[in-house]
């Protein structure tokens, strides 16, 4: 009897873990509103460079913000806005989000 409830929980769990890229997925951000991000994102950065720039993590930080913004510009805008989001959390601060993403 115990080996059936052990087999059930396990069965709930891959099937729960299966759904998890589908959630994923239905959360992804839109390339235009990515494209808006990008945006915010980049003055959080403009705001953020006076108190950060010459830190230790500064320079890799900036460096993937810069492709990320160059991402944005080629029309690549959920990818730049991703790579700007690292960039920020890099410099230890919380990057913009849209609201309905993490």
């Known amino acids: 009897m115990k080996k059936l409830h052990v087999s059930a929980a396990l069965v709930a769990v891959s099937l729960s873990l299966s759904a998890l890229p589908a959630l994923a997925a239905d959360n992804a951000p839109s390339p235009d509103d ?16 006076p108190f950060k720039e010459g830190l230790p993590y500064w320079k890799k ?11 944005c510009a080629a029309g ?27």
């Open 61 to 71: 930080a900036s460096e993937e913000f810069h492709t990320g913004r160059q991402d």
């Open 34 to 49: 990515a494209k808006a991000l990008c945006g915010r994102l980049t003055s959080q950065f403009d705001f953020l460079m």
């Open 76 to 102: 690549k805008s959920v990818a730049g806005a991703e790579a700007m989001q690292s960039a920020i959390s890099d410099m230890y601060v919380k990057p913009d989000a849209l609201p309905h993403t993490l």
